[in-house]
């Protein structure tokens, strides 16, 4: 989530170049004036870099004096309830994102790491209403992530995996070489019984990702499922040469 925050603010070299025209005048006997915002997104960033170094208290300093400056600031909201996510204040996190929303609804950077948090308290539908805020905004760059955290949300909270497909789908329109959404494409139609087309999306995911633990056990299963024991077999094989101490390999009992 971290990376998500350093996406939105301003870049190192930007806050650098802010703080150092702010210390040193344009002419003599001038000084440069800068907005509430900018002063506010100087100490938004600069917390955000704190908390790279695993600074917390320094990065709450920062964000108390942006906060100070302007209380409705959203980034700076923002980037407090990623802090107080990290500190395991979820009450004060979710204020904040709360916060930064209503001060920008097109945050979207905010929303889709607000759906994050969200997804992991267990608030699915929520999770699900700030994913799709995140994706409404015509100018979001995130897309692709956004969509595929809102499907792993659903698929991993035990939803109907039909309501997880489409997600992922946009996911692969988009691209069809991204990974996560070939091996969860492949769960999905393995869990509906769609053999044929869960071997296609795991074989079309070990043409562009390197073998997993979760892969290999997911296309011997498949295998077994389609009646072809050779195969299921060499996927067993590798799994327990590759990753012998996984719990993959203690599931095979299961085949």
């Known amino acids: 989530m971290i990376a998500s925050v350093l996406r939105t603010s301003f870049v190192l070299a930007h806050i650098v170049l802010l703080t150092s025209c702010a210390q040193n005048p344009t002419a003599p006997g001038q000084t440069q ?10 100490h938004a960033q ?31 909201n923002y980037v407090m309830a990623v802090l107080q996510t990290r500190l395991k204040e979820y009450g004060l996190a979710e204020q904040y994102y709360d916060r930064a929303l209503k001060s920008d609804p ?40 956004t969509n595929l955290r809102a499907g792993e949300c659903l698929l991993n ?4 995996p039909a309501q997880a497909e489409p997600y992922f789908k946009a996911v692969l329109k988009v691209n069809p070489r991204i990974a996560q959404a070939l091996f969860y494409m492949a769960k999905i139609n393995y869990k ?64």
């Not at 600069?46 to 980034?75: G, V």
């Not at 909270?157 to 109907?160: C, T």
């Not at 011997?220 to 040469?241: G, M, Q, S």
């Open 33 to 42: 004036q800068w907005s509430v915002a900018e002063r506010a997104d100087v």
């Open 46 to 76: 600069l917390a955000a870099q704190y908390m790279e170094r695993n600074a917390l208290k320094t990065a709450l300093h920062e964000l108390e004096k942006a906060l100070a400056i302007d209380p409705n600031h959203s980034r700076s």
């Open 106 to 145: 097109s945050n979207s950077e905010a929303a889709h790491d607000y759906g994050i948090f969200l997804c992991d308290q267990g608030k699915v539908d929520q999770a699900l209403a700030s994913f799709k805020q995140a994706l409404g905004n015509p100018l979001y760059t995130g897309v692709l992530l």
């Open 157 to 160: 909270s035990g939803q109907d």
């Open 192 to 255: 509906r019984e769609n053999f044929l087309s869960a071997r296609a999306y795991i074989e079309r995911f070990f043409s562009v990702n390197a073998e997993t633990p979760e892969s290999l056990l997911l296309a011997a299963r498949i295998e077994t499922a389609l009646v072809v024991p050779e195969v299921a077999e060499d996927y067993a094989r590798r799994l327990k040469a590759k990753f012998p101490s996984s719990d993959e390999v203690r599931q095979l009992g299961e085949l």
